[in-house]
């Protein structure tokens, strides 16, 4: 797993991608969690490669996704060559077999263990798409894809911004709710990859992200998780208003099973140990207890809420 | 509302009892059910009681059962087919979990959840009643005598010490044989300590763990005290009374104690599970201390009739007794043996 300087990567990624389109650009996952809660601070490293960035609105994706991604190859950014469809695709091509677009920045050796790339991503067209669902970006290098997921639109629901750097980028708590929405159970499937010599459930990694993201809120010195509720709710409200009710009260489901799980909570404290949690020696004692926090607070309050309307 | 009434007879053959009957709503309250045959059973009596009773309603209470709100639902479904619909139209089913409502199978009415709480709120303490033992009336009717003492209030009626300690009239009178020579007696059976018991003080402290049965809490990560405290002055179903460090700097602000190290909070009469909802409710990640761990909070549920709090006007403290047994609990010896010699000291001046 790659060492990278949060704000060193933002930086490039900021001055890499064309101005008028700043504005688009959510960026969100790991980074965006390092950078939310370590921002200011020049030696704090996080353990990731994919710098996940987001298009939004989807109206707009595909004319913003066509000029980053070209401005990008043009000024040198390399492709990633790695997965099921690495060659661009071209007008025969099923959407869901179009490259995803995974570029390097220049003077990045692919190889270098502490290679990083960018990955466009791009909001769900409508709260009724479910799963993942792929957009066709046409640039002069061939066709490609840009895969959107359900509860993305949480995730960027109202980002925070960089003011210096322009640049904007998801709100812990919003990505740690899109986390949760995603897998109200834990999930059989895998990751295609090892983390750290361990096979992991998918849902595991992406909870565990959650635990993790509560438990540097607790170190910010955030007091409790009752703040959570109401961002929670707003963006479940406007992103899915026909289903805010059941989404709320299901919200924690996959969390509750987590944390009550030893087997499931192991490999998810493997992940933060290992992954966003490197510097700080968390125990699983203590990511329960984060866990026990974010339900009992944030969850009810979510629940309790979402009955008013 | 009509008046709710428990434990009720009802004037129908084999002289049924219900456990709370409120206009026509009949309602039958279980604790704890873990088996799917007593779920089953409590339905067909509840049902049978309705083939005789016409026009009213049977609502079925759990109260923190096991069987999962699928399972319930599954159950009751299947009992539908085994009864009349005439009879199975009026069953409802409520489950109850930290006295909240958490299931509802039946068209059930805010007034009708209101009387559920209610009668939930009256079996809890009924079941404290009958479940929490009861500390020594000796050691109880003298922590009252002390506090009394402390607070100059004058000589307690033999009656009063009972409706203050909720102990009989022949144990309160046994209890303060055994300290006769500490005190002083009435014409009008009145009776005051003479003055500080020290003997049955270090008795007192001697015996305190098993007479006070503190519940200790701890978390990984401790939050601020000064953010619990906040939160539970913020809290109005719950009367709480600080002790410890915050109680004893009420009784004497002067004393030589800097930062709180942990919360002690005296409550009254609270059953475990409503002990477990507070300190939930104050930080949900809060589990219950084991052998050598330190507890950040620690509740006193204190079991006479009066808590004897004393209102600031903001916030409840705990009697002036428990605070020193909460810092002897702390182990903060040296302040409570000033706070003790202050409270002395105060009582003689007057």
Known sequence: MNNIIPKEVIKTVAEAVPPDCLENLVIIGSLATVFAYFGNKKSIPVKTKDIDCCIRPHGVAVEKGQAIATHLIDTGWTRRLLGDHIEPGNSETPENELPAIRLYPPGINPEDENAWFIELLVEPESSKDVGKNWMRIIINHGHFGIPSFRYLSIATYLPEKDERLGVYYARPQMMALANMLEHPEIKPERMSTLFNGREIKRSNKDLGRVLAIGYLEQEKGTPDFHSWAQDWFTALYFCFPAEFNTLANNAGSGLYKLINSSEDLDEAHHTCAYGLLSSKSVTVDELKEAGERIIGEAVEDLIKLSQKY | MEKIKYDYRLGIKQETRVDAICGQLIFEIKNNVKDIRLFQSSLIRLSSILIDMPNHTGILILD??????????????????????????????????????????????????????????????????????????????????????????????????????????????????????????????????????????????????????????????????????????????????????IGTKHYFPGIDLLGIPRLDLTVQKWSNSKIENFVKSLDPGLKKVQPGQLPQIVIHNIHRNEPLFVNDGSMLFADELECLLDLHESRLEQQASELLQFLMHKRKNE
């Open chain 2, 64 to 245: 923190e059962t096991k069987l999962s709100g699928p399972r319930l639902k599954e159950e009751w479904d299947n009992f539908s087919r085994f009864v009349k619909p005439d009879i199975f139209s009026r069953l409802k089913l409520v489950v109850l979990s930290k006295y909240e409502v958490t299931e509802k199978i039946g068209d059930i009415t805010k007034d009708e959840t209101d009387i559920v709480l209610d009668i939930h709120e009256k079996y809890s303490q009924i079941s404290i009643e009958k479940n929490v033992r009861k500390p020594d009336a000796f050691f109880e009717i003298l922590r009252i005598l002390i506090i009394q003492w402390f607070r100059g209030n004058g000589p307690l009626q033999v009656n009063k010490i009972c409706q203050l300690s909720g102990y009989s009239y022949p144990a309160v009178s046994s209890a303060l044989e055994k300290m006769e020579l500490q005190l002083r007696k009435h014409s009008n059976r009145s009776v005051e300590l003479k003055s500080f018991p020290q003997d049955l003080w270090f008795k007192l402290k001697a015996a305190s763990d098993n007479v006070r049965l503190p519940q200790g809490f701890w978390a990984n990560k401790p939050r601020d005290i000064e953010y619990f405290k906040n939160k539970i002055l913020n809290k109005t179903n719950f009367e709480v009374g600080f002790g410890g460090i």
